[in-house]
C-alpha cells in the first residue's frame, strides 16, 4: 500500500500561472480533504470530499477549485496563482469510520 | 468562534526530561480529539483519537489525556528521535466531515 500520493513534490509558478495538484489514496477510503500549512499557522482546510461526487469549502477556498474525480482521486486547481498561495499542500484522506487522517508527503509551492 | 490552542510554541527539553504539550480548544459539540506527529518535510502521522473527557491513551513514551477544555500529551522520559511538531486537531458532531488543527508545539529533545 503507497497510503496518500501527491505530486509534484515541488513546484514554482510565475504569477498568474494555473496547476493542479494530485493527490491519490489507495486505502478505499471515503472522504479526503485538501489542506495548506503556512508557518506558524497549522493546517487549514481549503476544500474536502466527504465521498465520491461531492465537494464542498473548507477555512480558506478562495483562489483554488477542486475535482474529485472518482474515489481514489483528488486534484487541487490553482487557476490564477498569486504570491500569497506560496505553502505547502498537504493531501489527507480518511475512512469515515476511525476518523484519523492519513496524509500525503505534501508539495511545497512557491509562487513568484 | 471554534479554536484550537497549542501551547508552548516550542519546547526545549534535555533527554529524559519530562514534560507535557497542551491543546486547548473553544468547540461546541466535540466529536473527537486527535494528535499527530509531524518531522520536517514530512505530512503529519497519526498518533491518537480521544474521545470523551478523562479518556487516556498510550503509545511508548506518550500518553494523551483529555478533559473537557484540553487535552495534553505527557511525554516522559524523551529521547532525541521524539524531536518533532507535534499537532492536535479536533472535530464537532456537527459536520463531522471538518477537522480544525492547532498550530503545534514544536519540541526539540537534546542528547
Known amino acids: 500500500n503507497a497510503g496518500v500520493t501527491q505530486t509534484p513534490k515541488f513546484q514554482v509558478l510565475k504569477t498568474g500561472q494555473s496547476m493542479t495538484l494530485q493527490c491519490a489514496q489507495d486505502?478505499?477510503?471515503?472522504?479526503m480533504y485538501w489542506y495548506r500549512q503556512d508557518p506558524g499557522m497549522g493546517l487549514r482546510l481549503i476544500y474536502y470530499?466527504?465521498?465520491?461526487?461531492?465537494?464542498d469549502k473548507g477555512e480558506v477556498p478562495n483562489g483554488y477549485n477542486v475535482s474529485r474525480l472518482n474515489k481514489r482521486e483528488f486534484s487541487l486547481r490553482l487557476e490564477s496563482a498569486a504570491p500569497s498561495q506560496t505553502s505547502v499542500y498537504f493531501c489527507?484522506?480518511?475512512?469515515?469510520?476511525?476518523?484519523?487522517?492519513?496524509f500525503g508527503p505534501g508539495t511545497r509551492l512557491t509562487v513568484l | 468562534e471554534d479554536q484550537v490552542t497549542q501551547s508552548p510554541e516550542a519546547l526545549r527539553l534535555q533527554e529524559g526530561e519530562s514534560s507535557s504539550l497542551n491543546c486547548s480548544y473553544t468547540?461546541?459539540?466535540?466529536?473527537?480529539l486527535f494528535w499527530y506527529r509531524q518531522d520536517p518535510g514530512k505530512g503529519p502521522e497519526f498518533l491518537f483519537t480521544?474521545?470523551?473527557a478523562g479518556e487516556e491513551k498510550e503509545k511508548e513514551r506518550l500518553k494523551a489525556t483529555l478533559t473537557k477544555k484540553e487535552s495534553f500529551l505527557h511525554i516522559t522520559a524523551p529521547k532525541p528521535e521524539d524531536s518533532a511538531t507535534y499537532l492536535c486537531?479536533?472535530?464537532?458532531?456537527?459536520?463531522?466531515?471538518?477537522?480544525?488543527f492547532g498550530s503545534g508545539t514544536k519540541l526539540n529533545v537534546k542528547p
Open positions: 489527507a484522506s480518511t475512512s469515515g469510520l476511525h476518523n484519523e487522517q492519513f
Open positions: 470530499s466527504a465521498s465520491e461526487g461531492t465537494t
Open positions: 486505502m478505499n477510503h471515503n472522504s
Open positions: 468547540v461546541s459539540g466535540l466529536r473527537g
Open positions: 480521544l474521545y470523551s
Open positions: 486537531a479536533v472535530q464537532r458532531f456537527l459536520n463531522f466531515n471538518k477537522f480544525y
